[in-house]
């Protein structure tokens, strides 16, 4: 997963690095041209780490990484960054669920300075979960996790819309013959609440990113279906989402 932290003007990549026992790393990246140097890399978890979802916290000028910890039960577990020249130092990991997640996925709701990290809870028959995360110095906590779908949820996508100062959250439903789905989320305090569920894409869809086009105040998910990979622009309307056609 990839970051990039506006304050420091640096790029951060966090990773399992296969030739350390699949350590949660991170490495700090200066853009310069049309290249890219390093600084060296940073353990931040010394344990073999999976699904690992990064984001920027505007507010604190910390990058935030959810990933599960196989140290320590495979739970859910998120670290505060901060960048310092060519170098990224870690506070304390926090765990924000008591199961394996998967599908990690995060994003960083700058109208009420949040983190929100979505994803499929393992433990609890694949259900989609999300929980919404606070920022303090080097240490984050957390709200109580809460479901969104209450079935298979599959390929998390996370992005924030700061023109409708809302989360738009898609993924793979399989309360539904596997549709591509996407959710509109208030934040509020620490908990978040979603209006109904919008389906983009009616087969099933996979392997789905999201991002927020601040130029025409859109939101653009990508996806693969069988014979395609497809993208789509939806727009945000109060707590829902409309889409255009899957091109």
């Not at 690992?52 to 960054?81: F, M, P, R, W």
């Not at 960048?83 to 960083?108: C, D, H, K, L, Q």
């Not at 009616?202 to 789905?208: A, E, K, R």
């Amino acid at each position: 997963s990839t970051v990039y932290d506006t304050n420091a003007q640096k790029v951060v990549h966090f990773y399992p690095d296969a030739n350390n026992s699949a350590y949660g790393t991170a490495i700090v990246g200066t853009v310069s041209g049309s290249s890219i140097s390093y600084g060296t890399p940073v353990v931040f978890e010394s344990a073999n780490t999976s699904w690992i979802s990064s984001t920027y916290d505007s507010a604190s000028s910390k990058v935030v990484v959810a990933y599960s910890d196989a140290g320590n039960s495979d739970y859910g577990t998120a670290a505060v960054g901060t960048v310092s020249g060519t170098s990224i130092s870690f506070g304390t990991p926090v765990v924000f669920e008591t199961s394996r997640p998967n599908y990690t996925t995060a994003t960083f709701d700058s109208n009420n300075n949040k983190v929100v990290i979505a994803y499929q809870d393992s433990l609890n028959s694949n259900y989609g979960t999300v929980v919404v995360g606070t920022v303090s110095g080097t240490s984050i906590s957390f709200g109580t996790p809460a479901v969104f779908n209450s079935g298979n949820t599959y390929y998390l996508a996370l992005t924030f819309d700061s023109n409708a100062n809302k989360v738009v959250l898609a993924y793979r439903n399989g309360n539904n013959g596997n549709a591509g789905t996407a959710l509109v989320g208030t934040v509020s305090g620490s908990s978040i609440s979603f209006g109904s569920a919008a389906v983009f894409q009616s087969s099933s869809s996979n392997y789905m990113t999201a991002t927020f086009d601040s130029n025409s105040s859109k939101v653009f998910i990508t996806y693969w279906r069988t014979g395609s990979s497809d993208g789509v622009v939806g727009t945000v309307s109060g707590t829902s989402i409309s889409f255009g056609t899957p091109v």
